[in-house]
């Protein structure tokens, strides 16, 4: 298995201004996925920049994490619990996109997404 750095994630109160501020900054293509909720900056090189929105930063979790995608979601979540890390989450944006939220072994949140 190999995860790819897809995405770092930042949470924030309002995503697309800061969207548009780093997008300026880095010479990147803004892309409101879900607008007001989750903001794409594509970038020329490396991975993109997403901006989620959060009303009130929540006590214990790191406002920026980063986003992997694998191929077999399902097989990459199983050998990373069995590796220390843990599942505290799953979402999905209807039947396209999902994503599962984990924990590394000291609590750092990460998010593996698949089709």
Do not use: Y
């Amino acid at each position: 298995m190999t995860l790819h750095v897809e995405m770092v994630t930042v949470d924030c109160a309002e995503p697309e201004p800061l969207a548009q501020w780093w997008a300026q900054v880095l010479g990147g293509t803004v892309n409101a996925v879900m607008p007001g909720e989750f903001i794409v900056v594509e970038l020329p090189d490396g991975p993109k920049l997403g901006f989620q929105h959060v009303e009130e930063p929540t006590p214990g979790k790191n406002r920026v994490h980063l986003d992997f995608h694998a191929a077999d979601m399902e097989a990459e979540v199983a050998r990373l619990v069995g590796l220390g890390a843990s599942e505290t989450e799953r979402h999905n944006f209807g039947d396209e996109f999902s994503w599962v939220v984990l924990a590394d072994p000291v609590g750092n949140a990460f998010c593996i997404a698949g089709q």
